[in-house]
């Protein structure tokens, strides 16, 4: 589940008040949440060559070199500036995939296996198969979805963003976020 933090905390305090050093925080306690939500993201063809891991640590980068810039404006708005960064960074590397610097058809698929396999040890054989399958089943769920549909749907119970501040990351009105959700 995902770990919200209660409002206000001596983290979302100093982070407002520009500390440098809880923005690393805040990102190590999203990181989980993070890795799940653009590991659901990718699809099937991007999780095929692209490793979740590497996606999230590219957004931690950026999001870190950019912290300069962070305007803390309150969790909900941390979770949906972090979260759409990460969509942003999904977005970018599937038109990198589809411009041609990558041949899909020689991919092995075996890119975001490693978290897989480090998990098999704290899970006896039939846990680790209905996890599998449970995951396999929520992937190919969230792949016949449409984008808007796949973009609400991760937002809201993925992040567990409220639907006033998903109607301001994805542009729309919350009736809009309501009829899609």
């Known amino acids: 589940p995902l770990r919200v933090l209660d409002e206000p905390t001596e983290l979302y305090e100093r982070a407002t008040g520009g ?17 799940a939500f653009v590991h659901t993201r990718l699809s099937g063809e ?5 490793s979740s891991l590497d996606v999230v ?15 803390f404006r309150g969790e909900e708005r941390f979770r949906a500036w972090l979260f759409t960064a990460a969509l942003n960074k999904v977005r970018e590397r599937h038109r990198r995939l589809h411009a041609g610097k990558r041949d899909v058809a020689r991919e092995d698929g075996r890119a975001d296996t490693a978290r897989a396999v480090a998990a098999v040890h704290f899970v006896t054989p039939s846990q680790h198969a209905i996890g599998s399958e449970t995951a396999t089943a929520i992937e190919d ?3 016949a979805l449409a984008e808007d549909h796949r973009e609400v749907i991760t937002l809201a ?10 109607a301001e990351v994805m542009d729309r009105s919350e009736e809009a ?5």
């Open 141 to 143: 769920a969230l792949d």
């Open 177 to 181: 976020v309501r009829k899609l959700l």
């Open 57 to 71: 640590q590219s957004v931690c980068r950026e999001l870190l070199s950019a912290r300069d810039r962070f305007d």
């Open 19 to 35: 500390d440098a050093r809880a923005l690393d925080e805040l990102l190590e306690v999203y990181l989980p949440q993070l890795h």
């Open 46 to 50: 991007l999780r095929a060559c692209e």
């Open 157 to 166: 119970r993925l992040v567990h963003l409220p639907q006033a501040v998903i």
